[in-house]
């Protein structure tokens, strides 16, 4: 069964405070690996999408990572509107069209 | 451009009664998914549909439901509804759904409460 972990669960940091952010996998035949950004009340917001070990995507204080076992969503000198919870999702040749989620990160970002 | 939309935007229902969710696609869109997000965990996948024609079903009782219409737009339907169906019910749609990798854009959800 295709397996999703996010940690930590929640993430506290100072404005500026850099960190990552950790999604490992567990899967049968990964397809692609999705992160997503959930503001609260709102619907997940798209952010990268990585197909192969050793790809990475930058947008803007953000950059994501990949191998073959766990991603990385790197955040650099965050600013408190990077405040949401990250959410990591995969697709497989288990899961066909669906993604998979994890539980998401939890993050706070403070002044 | 209009992203994805979904009505309503919360609903109260009491247990046993049926809900109608909506979904309007991103113009362009032919593939729409539905997903369930209980409060705390991330969505779960319910139904996929391509063409007009489901394409991927997840782990939820016959008690749910869905269609697609030559628009493209969709319903998912849930009957004899329980205390545990509360919750946000996210729409994706993508351009395609027979395999490619384009990434699901989200609407907000239908925050359905069941009293």
């Known amino acids: 069964e295709d397996q999703v972990t996010q940690s930590p669960e929640a993430l506290r940091l100072q404005e500026g405070e850099s960190s990552s952010l950790n999604c490992s996998y567990t899967v049968s035949g990964l397809r692609g690996l999705f992160w997503y950004r959930q503001d609260p009340g709102k619907g997940p917001e798209f952010l990268f999408t990585l197909y192969s070990a050793g790809e990475e995507k930058e947008k803007e204080r953000l950059k994501a990572t990949l191998t073959k076992k766990e991603s990385f969503l790197h955040i650099t000198a965050p600013k408190p509107e990077d405040s949401a919870t990250y959410l990591c999702?995969?697709?497989?040749?288990?899961?066909?069209?669906?993604?998979?989620f994890g539980k998401g990160t939890s993050l706070l970002v403070t002044p | 451009d209009a992203g994805v939309t979904q009505s309503p935007t919360h609903l109260i229902k009491t247990r046993g009664q049926h809900v109608t969710l909506r979904c309007s696609p991103i113009?362009?869109?032919?593939?729409v998914s539905w997903y369930q997000q209980v409060l705390g965990q991330g969505p779960q996948f319910i139904f996929q549909?391509?063409?007009?024609?489901?394409?991927g079903r997840g782990n939820f009782p016959d008690r749910f439901s869905a269609r697609q219409f030559p628009n493209y737009s969709s319903e998912l339907n849930v009957n004899a509804l329980l205390l545990g169906d509360s919750a946000l019910y996210l729409c994706?749609?993508?351009?395609?759904?027979?395999?490619?990798?384009?990434?699901?854009?989200f609407g907000d959800g239908t925050r359905l409460s069941i009293l």
């Open positions: 994706a749609s993508s351009p395609r759904g027979d395999g490619s990798n384009q990434p699901q854009h």
């Open positions: 113009s362009g869109h032919k593939s």
């Open positions: 549909y391509y063409e007009k024609e489901e394409r």
């Open positions: 999702a995969v697709r497989t040749s288990n899961s066909g069209y669906a993604l998979n």
